[in-house]
């Protein structure tokens, strides 16, 4: 998968491995991190035209925490990153996006869970969809942790 700058995540690792030192790779890639996650979700949210109440509430997300997400004074659990990817209509590769930008693990296709979730964000199914396959599939809902 290619970034913004056009080099994919394989050519990056090589050039990381092939640098003559660790300040010259990051002094030639300066202006290539990561942007923050409430940034990266406000973004997706004005690219779709959708305004964030339809996104936190199309993500099952409680809406004060919610709002403190896309305002950046809460940071967001894996379970939400992938709430966030329904509330946003994201597919998979959208999701793993997503995923990379708030420092969280991707899906893995051999995490039953994951399966689940992955297949549900491919087919364009509703959260609530795919808390009903994650249910018949006897696997732990998405969101299930409290959010103090």
């Known amino acids: 998968m ?16 092939k640098a003559p030192s660790i300040g010259s790779f990051l002094d030639e890639h300066s202006g290539e991190e990561l942007p923050a996650f409430c940034d990266y979700i406000a973004r997706l949210a004005d690219e779709a035209d959708e305004k964030r109440e ?8 409680e809406r004060s925490y919610g709002h403190r997400l896309f305002n950046g004074t809460r940071n967001p659990s894996r379970d939400t990153v992938l709430q966030f990817a329904f509330g946003l209509g994201l597919d998979c590769d959208g999701a793993q996006q997503l995923c990379k930008v708030a420092g969280m693990s991707p899906l893995h296709p051999k995490v039953k869970r994951d399966a689940v979730v992955a297949y549900c964000l ?6 609530m969809e795919a808390q009903e396959l994650l249910y018949e599939s006897n696997l732990p809902l998405l969101g299930g942790a409290k959010h103090e």
């Open 2 to 17: 290619a970034g913004k700058s056009g080099i994919t995540t394989q050519e990056l690792w090589a050039r990381l491995f």
């Open 54 to 61: 339809t996104v936190i509430t199309r993500a099952g997300i």
């Open 122 to 127: 491919h087919n364009g199914l509703t959260l």
